[in-house]
T-cell receptor, first 112, second 113 residues
Framework: SQQGEEDPQALSIQEGENATMNCSYKTSINNLQWYRQNSGRGLVHLILIRSNEREKHSGRLRVTLDTSKKSSSLLITASRAADTASYFCATDGKSGYSTLTFGKGTMLLVSP | DGGITQSPKYLFRKEGQNVTLSCEQNLNHDAMYWYRQDPGQGLRLIYYSQIVNDFQKGDIAEGYSVSREKKESFPLTVTSAQKNPTAFYLC????????????FGPGTRLTVL
């Protein structure tokens, strides 16, 4: 299995601080994606980074990918209470019809 | 509006009963997926379908069944053979192939009484 594993399992910070979440995976990938899930809701796609990319930005999000270490990180800058959610990484394998494999997620709590 | 709908939002079932969860999408996606999520856990793949009239077992297919008669619809039946069916079920769809994001429905929370 190439399941991703997020670290930490839970993270509690104050508004305005930065939040960093890490993801490790086991096998070669085509791309890695990050999703967000509010409590009791479906997941929402945040950002996709391809295996030949090292860093990608989207608004307050910054994602890095290190394929040599099979790891990725998601940085949320200047966090807000509305960022409170669970964050999951998902890996897309090499075959054309692979399925995404999700990690167990990091639960982020941002306090006002 | 384009999207994925799941119904019902909450579902209660007595032990020994089969129950069917609905998933409909109007995104014109060929691929559809069913996941199970338990508290504090990630998503585990139950079944997926890359095209109409074809579907494949995921990691935890035992006790579940699906059909894919229409592109827009991918219902999941939780059978009485599923030993621990209480969970949050998520349906998703995407364009097949690499590099595409998945779009998720709002989920159905199933509770077995």
């Amino acid at each position: 299995s190439q399941q991703g594993e997020e670290d930490p399992q839970a993270l509690s910070i104050q508004e305005g601080e930065n939040a960093t979440m890490n993801c490790s995976y086991k096998t070669s990938i085509n791309n890695l994606q990050w999703y967000r899930q509010n409590s009791g809701r479906g997941l929402v796609h945040l950002i996709l980074i391809r295996s030949n990319e090292r860093e990608k930005h989207s608004g307050r999000l910054r994602v890095t990918l290190d394929t040599s270490k099979k790891s990725s990180s998601l940085l949320i800058t200047a966090s807000r209470a509305a960022d409170t959610a669970s964050y999951f990484c998902a890996t897309d394998g090499k075959s054309g019809y692979s399925t995404l494999t999700f990690g167990k997620g990091t639960m982020l709590l941002v306090s006002p | 509006d384009g999207g994925i709908t799941q119904s019902p939002k909450y579902l209660f079932r007595k032990e020994g009963q089969n129950v069917t969860l609905s998933c409909e999408q109007n995104l014109n996606h060929d691929a559809m997926y069913w996941y199970r999520q338990d508290p504090g856990q990630g998503l585990r793949l139950i079944y997926y379908s890359q095209i109409v009239n074809d579907f494949q077992k995921g990691d935890i297919a035992e006790g579940y069944s699906v059909s894919r008669e229409k592109k827009e619809s991918f219902p999941l039946t939780v059978t009485s053979a599923q030993k621990n069916p209480t969970a949050f079920y998520l349906c998703a769809s995407r364009t097949p192939g690499l590099g595409h994001e998945q779009f998720f429905g709002p989920g159905t929370r199933l509770t077995v009484l």
